[in-house]
């Protein structure tokens, strides 16, 4: 049994292509990777990418594991950043490379500000991570706070934008 497993948990970082806080694919990478173009299915992943009002998408499905990632829409003054990811997956994804180590540390350095048997909350003054799910079932989201968008109600993004 274990060796699913470790499978399992190897495909799950192909799926995080953006970290949080960090810059989503370029064009060039898209177009010669034929990931997130539109909807792509390569090695049983499929991606798509969607543009929004204010921000975009980026959704990475492998099975019965599905990533989201929301970005800023690029701008002349400044690039696009990833300002939240969202996860539901069978097992939880690598999440030092999901939100990278900056924000991975949280995890281990901050005490949850709920923290019950199948959730746990933490909040930072820039980012809050959340947690939840049991075996077979893990769900969660992080978000930038100072980055989300003008307009961008980021609970109610989160909630229509479930997974």
């Not at 060796?3 to 495909?11: D, N, Q, R, T």
Request: glycine share 4%.
């Amino acid at each position: 049994m274990r060796k699913p497993v470790l499978f399992l948990a190897l495909l799950v970082p192909i799926l995080s292509y953006a970290a949080l806080g960090g810059n989503p694919p370029l064009l060039k990478e898209l177009k010669t990777k034929k990931q997130f173009t539109a909807n792509v299915s390569s090695s049983n992943i499929t991606y798509s990418r969607e543009v929004k009002a204010n921000y975009v998408t980026y959704t990475s499905i492998n099975g019965t594991c599905q990533i989201k990632q929301f970005a800023t829409l690029e701008t002349s003054a400044n690039g696009s950043k990833v300002f939240a990811v969202l996860w539901h997956c069978p097992i939880t994804p690598n999440l030092k490379e999901l939100l990278t180590d900056e924000y991975f540390t949280i995890l281990r350095t901050t005490q949850p500000q709920i923290n019950t048997l199948n959730y746990k909350k933490y909040v930072t003054s820039n980012v809050v991570i959340e947690l939840s799910g049991h075996q077979g079932d893990s769900r969660g989201n992080a978000y930038l706070i100072k980055q989300i968008p003008n307009n961008v109600n980021i609970k109610e993004l989160l909630n229509n934008e479930k997974i």
